[in-house]
Nanobody, 121 residues
Framework: VQLQASGGGLVQAGGSLRLSCAAS????????MGWFRQAPGKEREFVSR????????YYRDSVKGRFTISRDNAKNMVYLQMNSLKVEDTAVYYC???????????????WGQGTQVTVSS
């Protein structure tokens, strides 16, 4: 599956952005979808995940209550609504597609190219 992330940009602290990720090439509803981010000089980190049906969502603690992940399987799209943005949310954001291993650990096999989010103070 091919993934194309978009929607990043420059926003002031407290503002909002909506990231989108378009999928193609395979049955989108087969995959759990995730958002990750990587800030300069830091490791890539998990941000949010949504199961294939959209029935369950997960977030890292620092974005809970501010970010919302959603998907539209009819449009092969996944979204990340980011509100109350903070300077520390600045990073390149990546969408990824994968599934749960038998162990219960998510495995992300396919990655998009990333979209830059910059939050100014």
């Amino acid at each position: 599956v091919q993934l194309q992330a978009s929607g990043g940009g420059l926003v002031q602290a407290g503002g909002s952005l909506r990231l989108s990720c378009a999928a193609s090439g395979d049955t989108f509803s087969n995959y759990d979808m995730g958002w990750f981010r990587q800030a300069p000089g830091k490791e890539r980190e998990f941000v949010s995940r949504i199961t294939w049906s959209g029935g369950s969502t997960y977030y890292r603690d620092s974005v809970k209550g501010r970010f919302t992940i959603s998907r539209d399987n009819a449009k092969n799209m996944v979204y990340l609504q980011m509100n109350s943005l903070k300077v520390e949310d600045t990073a390149v954001y990546y969408c990824a597609a994968g599934w749960l291993l038998v162990s219960g650990t998510p495995k992300y096999e396919y990655w998009g190219q990333g979209t830059q989010v910059t939050v100014s103070s």
